[in-house]
């Protein structure tokens, strides 16, 4: 509820704070991802390749944060519908959904890229990443909660999910009344 309140300012604040967070822990984050790709043997040459986090790969990630906080605020956009008979305008208005869960596998951009996308919007997110990037998720979700931090907001609105089991899925996925929205990737 309260990225929903937030002002725009606050929430471009964020996304600055988790960039310059990421591009100051840009070593560490590399070194997780070597070690997960390292231990990743089981893995064919494709979804290596998703795992890999190459330093091009790392640095399209902080500027897809960066582009967010340059897009217009999508809280409280209004467009007109129509005016029913009784001159009652009916207006649609955008709003937070609330907490937003996403279950992905072997792509560690997407950790930074759906709470960067969340954060906009208003929304807290819960992550849940493959057990072959956790290093590397989990590196880069603490860069995002940092960052959320610096700004004033609850590092708490992007929580990272180390466990990987499919029992803490179900248990995501039959979060009915925390969880408003579950994201399959």
Do not use: M
């Amino acid at each position: 509820k309260t990225l929903a309140r937030s002002s725009t300012a606050q929430r471009d604040a964020a996304l600055d704070a988790v960039a310059a967070r990421l591009e100051a822990a840009r070593d560490a984050v590399l070194a997780a991802n070597a070690a997960d790709v390292a231990a990743a043997t089981h893995l064919d040459d494709a979804l290596r390749d998703r795992l890999l986090l190459t330093p091009a790969r790392f640095d399209a990630v902080v500027t897809a944060v960066r582009a967010l906080r340059g897009l217009p605020d999508p809280l409280g956009e209004e467009r007109f519908l129509h005016e029913r008979p009784n001159g009652i305008r009916v207006y649609r208005r955008r709003i937070a959904l609330g907490v937003i869960a996403v279950i992905y596998e072997a792509r560690p951009n997407v950790t930074v890229e759906a709470a960067a996308i969340a954060l906009r919007a208003g929304n807290a997110v819960a992550l849940r990443g493959g057990s072959e990037a956790v290093r590397t998720n989990t590196a880069l979700a603490e860069c995002v909660q940092q960052g959320v931090a610096d700004a004033g907001l609850p590092a708490d609105a992007v929580v990272f999910l180390r466990d990987t089991s499919r029992e803490r899925v179900a248990e995501l996925l039959g979060a009915s009344g925390l969880v408003d929205l579950c994201i399959p990737r």
